[in-house]
């Protein structure tokens, strides 16, 4: 048997949009989803944050809102507000939406990144912290479709996940779809 392509579960479902408020509001009209904590735009934590877009420093201008959808499905939106080359323009040009990327937790990004990479799907974006490589975005689009998103496993994320996890668990469906993140 050949050996599984993704060997953790899938954390997030992660979609590019075109306008992510609206978006919101869509998700969770059609799908219950919400309430999200918006980064709009978002702002690297610190100066200890480099993102690298297929070797090179990159910094596009993006927003992010985070989300639940029932109870297991946690749902990230992205929108790109500028044509900086990144993965998301590697998918989409602007006008164009849909699901970009899958997320995966696990304790060892660079180990994982390798044996991907060894089954012949490169990392495009990595996001080091401190000098620690956190993320990874492999493309394996022509696998699946879409990047898988290595994320480290740490506490502060943990903590997000589960504040998203409970607050849709206790939400209405309509008072305040969009909140601000606390980081």
Same mark, same amino acid.
């Given at each position: 048997?050949?050996?599984?392509? =993704?060997?953790?579960?899938?954390?997030?479902? &992660?979609?590019?949009?075109?306008?992510?408020?609206?978006?919101?509001? *869509?998700?969770?009209?059609?799908?219950?989803?919400?309430?999200?904590?918006?980064?709009?735009?978002?702002?690297?934590?610190?100066?200890?944050?480099?993102?690298?877009? #297929?070797?090179?420093? $990159? *910094?596009?201008?993006?927003?992010?809102?985070? %989300?639940?959808?029932?109870?297991? /499905? /946690?749902?990230?939106?992205?929108?790109? /507000?500028?044509?900086?080359? $990144?993965?998301? +323009?590697?998918?989409?040009?602007? %006008? !164009?939406? %849909? =699901? /970009?990327?899958?997320?995966?937790?696990?304790?060892?990004?660079?180990?994982?990144? &390798? #044996?991907?990479? @060894?089954?012949?799907?490169? $990392?495009?974006?990595?996001?080091?912290?401190?000098?620690?490589?956190?993320? @990874?975005?492999?493309?394996?689009?022509?696998?699946? %479709?879409?990047?898988?998103? =290595?994320?480290? !496993?740490?506490?502060? $994320? +943990? #903590?997000?996940?589960?504040?998203?996890?409970?607050?849709?668990?206790?939400?209405?469906?309509?008072?305040?779809?969009?909140? @601000?993140?606390?980081?």
């Amino acid at each position: 048997m050949a050996e599984k392509l =993704l060997r953790y579960p899938i954390e997030q479902y &992660a979609y590019y949009v075109n306008d992510i408020e609206v978006a919101c509001a *869509q998700w969770a009209e059609l799908f219950g989803a919400g309430p999200f904590f918006m980064d709009k735009p978002f702002v690297p934590p610190s100066d200890q944050f480099v993102e690298t877009y #297929r070797g090179e420093p $990159s *910094q596009p201008h993006l927003s992010y809102a985070w %989300g639940q959808c029932g109870p297991d /499905h /946690h749902i990230q939106l992205i929108e790109q /507000h500028d044509d900086t080359p $990144s993965i998301y +323009r590697d998918m989409f040009a602007r %006008g !164009e939406t %849909g =699901l /970009h990327h899958i997320a995966i937790c696990l304790d060892n990004v660079p180990v994982e990144k &390798a #044996r991907f990479e @060894a089954l012949g799907f490169p $990392s495009v974006t990595e996001i080091h912290v401190s000098g620690n490589l956190m993320v @990874a975005y492999v493309d394996v689009r022509s696998a699946i %479709g879409c990047f898988v998103e =290595l994320y480290t !496993e740490n506490p502060n $994320s +943990r #903590r997000n996940f589960n504040i998203w996890k409970d607050a849709h668990k206790d939400w209405d469906g309509t008072t305040d779809l969009i909140r @601000a993140t606390d980081w």
